[in-house]
């Protein structure tokens, strides 16, 4: 199907029903009950789940193939922001052109910071591409105040020009991203008995977008560009004596993961048009790391299950407070109560962070190929009881 | 006229004269080994052959060519393949995709931009992949993890690698270095089969003298930096200044 062989076809296919029924999926829990805090089926989360994807999707094809760890690409997804927001306020509030944009322009940015970072590998191009995306953090925190809005961010105004759409609405305020008059913000409630679910248009535009950019990533891994790069990780100096320049492919990667950036960053400002420098903050370059490595690096899906899971983390357990724990333990004692709520507390709220880390590092430890390599291990588990069946021992290929 | 011709060629590193005005002629379709003691300067010639050094001063001509100031990977453009002492493989590929990069190399040239297309729908570098497996006896390791070889398998596989281009000059520097006696024997037959099915010029450094005198038709006789002798295998072999460089004055 598409080209594709039939394992990458049906985890295409997987992941497509997947991404279709989140807003089932991710709402498990009937609202008002206790455990209603754990969904995360509302639109705003879902959009950051499919759009963390796509920009650690991106990511993945550089570091995962390549190995070259870039620091800076928060740098991109800043960009594609920016430019997302000022295709708004120029030409109209249709999400494409402002995408479109958003993506040549970070892979212009990549072609630059990459031409550069490129000469060096390793930790220095890590600390290359982390210097540039830090000198564009303050470049549009400060000095390029006009094009970014620099503190406050890039925002829409009602005099912008917006020549091929209107300035305002009719109501007078300033008009919302949208697709052919399909406003991105639109989504429509189903109740079925106390469970309701949320169907977003920006949601599921997203989620179309995202499909495109990961039957990409397959057959980008697929192709002889893909297994070049593959080569370049495992041996550079095999790869230069049998006659192959390697750095026009690392170049060409990491051009397309800035595109991959890029993207995402459009997307966001589709989503909400604004655009801020702290998009481009050398954590928010950290995190797409974390994303990858915590799903699995040099893995079709690692990097969705990876970005789902730290924005996850990040929405669910930061909401929970104190008051929430002490309702959840009111079963206890009243001092063994405290006692477990004052332990659990550093891990909630704003400490998710810690919860984050030790979820990091149980995972880099136990699992060094993420959670694909989690659900893996797990399916050779269940697996096992069929292993008795010569068939499918001798498909194994023996290594 | 040779294939390959090092003409006055030196290479200092700091205080180290590693190459002091080597000359070397290797003819076509020959195989010419190149001999001496450790720290001979062996390995350094062979890196100014395949552009990963630059000597101070002479020159080095491949095919009417010179190959001074070039990258490593337009010289294998040019025709000059590369096995290493440890082989150099693609480790974590499998045997067939290790055998597909040279094949796109060979045809595409150093970069190319292949679209979307599956790597395996290329047919024909596909068939020629397969070929040169079945030669080597390893069409049977096709999808093994290159990675997870003996390290005979993966020096079978490298110089397949490089042979699937039809390289004009074969450069084997030690290439049965830390092997066991078996392994040595099968790479000697291997390489001797190489040389009479195709056309192609051997250049290979050794310190075995077994592998030199079963598989070499010249001998450059290499120390402290300069050619002592280059003669044939017979002749090298009783050679009192050869004895003298390896065994020191008191033999």
């Known amino acids: ?399 | 006229m040779g294939i390959l011709e090092v003409k006055d060629v030196n290479k200092r590193f700091g205080g180290l004269q590693a190459l002091g005005n080597v000359n070397l002629s290797v003819a076509e379709n020959t195989c010419h080994a190149i001999i001496g003691p450790n720290g001979a300067g062996k390995s350094t010639l062979l890196n100014c052959l395949v552009g990963k050094l630059i000597p101070d001063t002479g020159s080095v001509m491949f095919d009417g060519q010179s190959v001074l100031g070039r990258t490593p990977f337009e010289i294998n453009q040019m025709g000059i393949s590369r096995v290493f002492q440890t082989p150099e493989i693609f480790g974590d590929l499998t045997v067939m995709e290790n055998m597909l990069i040279p094949c796109f190399a060979k045809r595409d040239g150093s970069f190319a931009l292949h679209g979307i297309r599956s790597v395996m729908s290329e047919a024909e570098l596909r068939d020629q992949a397969e070929h040169m497996l079945e030669e080597v006896n390893m069409i049977d390791k096709r999808d093994m993890h290159s990675a997870s070889m003996s390290r005979g398998d993966k020096r079978r596989l490298e110089m397949a690698m490089c042979l699937v281009q039809k390289p004009k000059l074969l450069l084997l520097d030690e290439p049965t270095a830390g092997m066991a006696r078996a392994d040595t024997n099968n790479t000697i037959d291997l390489l001797k089969e190489i040389k009479e099915k195709r056309n192609i010029t051997i250049a290979i450094i050794e310190h075995d003298m077994h592998v030199v005198f079963s598989l070499a038709e010249r001998i450059t006789v290499l120390a402290q930096g300069t050619p002592l002798v280059e003669d044939t295998p017979e002749n090298i072999k009783g050679h009192p200044k050869v004895k003298e460089a390896y065994l020191g004055e008191a033999a």
């Open chain 1, 1 to 399: 199907m598409f080209g594709l062989n039939k394992k990458d076809a049906s985890l295409l296919l997987i992941v497509a029903v997947l991404v279709a029924f989140a807003p089932f999926l991710l709402n498990p829990f009937p609202e008002g009950s206790a455990m209603a805090q754990f969904n995360a089926g509302y639109p705003d989360l879902m959009q950051r789940f499919v759009i963390f994807g796509i920009f650690a999707i991106g990511f993945n094809i550089l570091f995962g193939l390549t190995g070259y760890l870039s620091f800076g690409h928060a740098a991109f997804l800043g960009v594609g922001s920016y430019a997302a927001v000022w295709m708004f306020k120029l030409l109209s509030m249709n999400v494409l052109p402002a995408i479109v944009l958003a993506v040549i322009t970070a892979g212009i940015f990549a072609l630059i910071i990459g031409y550069v970072s490129l000469r060096r590998s390793g930790i220095y191009f890590s600390i290359l591409t982390l210097a540039f995306a830090q000198m564009s953090f303050a470049l549009a925190y400060s000095v390029l105040t006009p094009i970014t809005g620099g503190e406050t961010g890039l925002q829409l105004a009602l005099d912008d020009p917006r020549i091929l759409g209107s300035a305002t609405t009719a109501e007078g305020n300033i008009p919302v991203p949208g697709l052919f008059g399909l406003e991105m913000r639109d989504s429509v409630e189903l109740m079925m008995g106390s469970w309701v679910f949320t169907f977003n248009l920006g949601y599921y535009f997203c989620a179309i977008i995202m499909l495109i950019a990961f039957y990409l990533s397959i057959r980008i891994f697929r192709s002889p560009f893909g297994m070049m790069l593959r080569a370049i990780k495992s041996n550079q100096q095999r790869l230069n004596y049998t006659g192959l320049n390697p750095r026009p492919y690392t170049l060409a990667a990491f051009v397309i993961s800035g595109m991959y950036a890029g993207l995402a960053g459009g997307l966001m400002a589709s989503m909400d048009p604004l655009a801020g420098a702290e998009r481009m903050f050398w954590t928010a370059s950290g995190e797409v790391v974390l994303m990858t490595i915590l799903g699995g690096v040099g893995t079709l899906i690692g990097p969705v299950l990876g970005a789902g899971m730290i924005k996850y983390m990040e929405n669910i357990i930061s909401k929970i407070n104190s008051d929430i724990l002490h309702g959840w333990f009111a079963f206890l004692p009243d001092g063994l109560e405290d006692l477990v709520v004052t332990m659990i507390y550093p891990f909630i709220g704003k400490g998710w962070h810690l919860t984050l880390g030790i979820v990091f590092m149980l995972v880099v430890i136990f699992l060094p190929g993420g959670l694909v390599e989690g659900g893996q291990r797990l399916a050779k588990l269940f697996g096992r009881k069929k292993a008795d069946n010569p068939k499918s021992a001798s498909t194994e290929p023996a290594e």
